[in-house]
């Protein structure tokens, strides 16, 4: 299996810009998680969902940033406009998900690291 | 959120030396991991532990699951160049509630 995989990888954006960035799951896992990482804050939640549908959005910052799972295989997280301290570097996970704890290791994408001047 | 305290942050060491970091936690987990992040690229899950008292060995790697569930620890024995990078704890409090620890920046010196 590819692994969990984003684009882009990395991304240089104006303030007030939109930002789209991408996710494929692995193939087979229900759940995918959406974490900023920044020095001052580490890894954070911003939002999971489970079957395509979101379960927890109370980590997403503002009413810019929203996300979406219209099918298994893809995920958005859109920020809109964007705001020099969105810079950061998102990451997206997926894991199995069910009743034995082993399937709900999350396993990361490499991240996109975004830039917003 | 980090509700994990990881220590320490950051290490220097000379290459051959070990290793030891550690995650506590005031609450109770039922699973504990360790992830490894190279530069640029996201966590790499090293270990997972499932049980409290478990201790596994990956290679150079050992971690133990602490007997009171709210502790974990990770040691890497002969560290080599290319064990540098940011060495996280984790905890799963149920099964889509992962806590991190804030990370350990280790560098190892040739």
């Known amino acids: 299996d590819a692994g969990v995989i984003q684009s882009p990888r990395h991304e240089v954006t104006e303030m007030g810009q939109e930002v789209t960035l991408r996710c494929k799951p692995i193939s087979g896992h229900d759940y995918l998680f959406w974490y900023r990482q920044t020095m001052m804050r580490g890894l954070e939640l911003l939002i999971y969902?489970?079957?395509?549908?979101?379960?927890?959005d109370s980590g997403m910052p503002e009413d810019r940033f929203s996300a979406k799972m219209p099918n298994a295989s893809f995920s958005t997280l859109k920020i809109q406009p964007s705001e020099p301290r969105d810079s950061a570097v998102y990451f997206c996970a997926s894991s199995l998900g069910g009743l034995r704890i082993h399937k709900n290791i999350q396993y990361f994408g490499a991240g996109t690291r975004l830039s917003v001047l | 959120g980090q509700q994990l305290n990881q220590s320490p942050q950051s290490m220097f060491i000379q290459e051959g030396e070990d290793v030891s970091m550690n995650c506590t936690s005031s609450?109770?987990?039922?699973?504990w991991l360790w992830y490894k992040q190279e530069p640029g690229e996201g966590p790499v899950l090293l270990i997972a532990l499932y049980k409290a008292g478990e201790l596994t060995s990956n290679g150079r790697l050992t971690a133990q699951f602490g007997i009171t569930r709210k502790d974990s620890f990770l040691n890497i024995s002969a560290s080599i160049p290319s064990d540098v990078g940011i060495y996280f704890c984790?905890?799963?409090?149920?099964?889509?509630?992962?806590?991190f620890g804030a990370g350990t920046r280790l560098t190892v010196k040739p």
């Open positions: 984790a905890a799963l409090y149920n099964n889509n509630d992962m806590r």
């Open positions: 969902f489970n079957n395509n549908v979101p379960i927890d």
């Open positions: 609450s109770i987990f039922n699973t």
